[in-house]
């Protein structure tokens, strides 16, 4: 698949068109507090609908509560193995790169600052932490899981965005698109997919490459439920590194918003992080991950911790080499990954559920191997030049 200038001028026109149709019809019959009020009982997999859900919210329910028919279960449970032994290091890509990445993109950076439930970086990252938890699950499209309801939450919540943008003349279509345009949802899989295996990669984490090839397929999955096109998503890495470069190159550029989204992201870190000796490596992380020519457009603080950082790659190496080595120790540091990350998110969450609600105002057993193979390390793919 090749992507051009035209190719992605035509995603930027393009919304969800079930999300949006059944969005539109609740904003009409006044019936979105009533959704949201009865969904917030509808958390798990095969939960009967409440009575009294507005029926074009029980059609779309019902449309998108499976997962896509192409799905292959075993690359899945691949996905699942690659992220219990990658956790910890998944969830810091996440925070310290993914999200600085939205802000690089000055329309995203505008979005998320005008939309008022996504402008707080604790609730943002609350939602995707648990949301990439709930995927992660061996259960996660079984009855019980909490996957499926989310994605079908998070599709609408991106919807109503779309729909309050637009009636309130707050987005200029013809110059930055649809909001949540297929264009920034394909670049938004890719942030959350390719560039989280890049800073893996920066990280000096041992990867395999059947292993990242897994967890970039467990997204595809996602943003096919999410609403995304499969027909204009990248199937591979390489074609997933020509997109995300074009994308970039077409839009990453300094803004105010992108810089006062950096700070809140940087001042929540640092307020997790016990004291304040150690507050700089949170900026200093930022940097090593998204560059100095990105980090500068966000405004990252310099600090003697940027030079400390660099070091961090060898330290994990060490980590990772008693883990390749030693079975005891790899559950030791299994387990240390998936408490720190618990930890994380539950300082995040502050011990409640994320609720994925329409804004009104603005299988366990595949027969997959339970090892990860490390004798062929991962490399990413090459950049690719602008055609």
């Not at 200093?284 to 030079?307: E, F, K, M, N």
């Not at 539950?346 to 011990?351: K, N, Q």
């Amino acid at each position: 698949m090749t992507y051009t200038e035209a190719s992605m001028d035509a995603l930027r026109r393009a919304g969800d068109e079930l999300a949006d149709a059944t969005v539109a019809t609740l904003f009409e019959r006044g019936e979105v507090g009533k959704f949201n009020t009865l969904m917030r009982y509808v958390s798990t997999v095969g939960a009967p609908l409440p009575d009294g859900l507005p029926d074009v919210a029980r059609e779309y329910l019902q449309v998108t509560s499976t997962p896509p028919t192409w799905v292959d279960w075993g690359e899945m449970e691949r996905a699942r193995l690659f992220f219990i032994d990658n956790n910890v290091h998944i969830s810091t890509a996440l925070s310290f790169a993914s999200m600085p990445a939205c802000y690089v993109v000055p329309h995203v950076a505008q979005l998320l600052s005008a939309t008022h439930g996504l402008k707080y970086p604790s609730k943002r990252m609350a939602e995707t932490g648990q949301f990439t938890v709930y995927l992660m699950q061996p259960d996660a499209f079984e009855a019980d899981s909490r996957f499926i309801p989310a994605a079908q939450k998070v599709r609408l919540l991106h919807a109503s965005i779309r729909h309050h943008l637009k009636r309130e003349n707050r987005w200029d279509i013809a110059t930055l698109g649809t909001p949540i345009c297929q264009e920034d949802m394909i670049g938004g899989q890719m942030f959350f997919s390719l560039l989280v295996l890049d800073s893996l990669h920066r990280l000096g984490i041992h990867m395999s490459t059947e292993g990242a090839e897994a967890y970039y397929y467990a997204w595809r999955v996602v943003g096919a439920m999410l609403g995304i096109d499969q027909n204009a998503v990248p199937t591979t890495l390489d074609e997933a590194r020509q997109f995300l470069d074009l994308y970039m190159l077409r839009h990453m550029a300094p803004s105010d918003e992108g810089a006062h989204l950096t700070r809140q992201l940087i001042d929540l870190y640092e307020e997790i992080v016990p004291g304040t000796f150690f507050d700089p490596i949170v900026s200093a992380l930022i940097r090593h991950l998204v560059g100095d020519t990105c980090a500068d457009w966000l405004q990252v603080p310099r600090s003697r911790w940027d030079t400390v950082v660099k070091a961090v790659p060898h330290l994990l190496g060490v980590l990772e080499t008693i883990e390749d080595r030693s079975p005891l120790g790899a559950w030791a540091l299994d387990r240390l990954g998936h408490l720190t990350a618990v930890l994380e998110l539950s300082s995040l969450t502050r011990g409640r559920v994320m609720h994925y609600a329409i804004p009104e105002q603005l299988k366990k057993d595949f027969g997959v191997e339970g090892t990860v193979s490390r004798t062929h390390r991962w490399t990413p793919p090459a950049a690719t030049v602008s055609p």
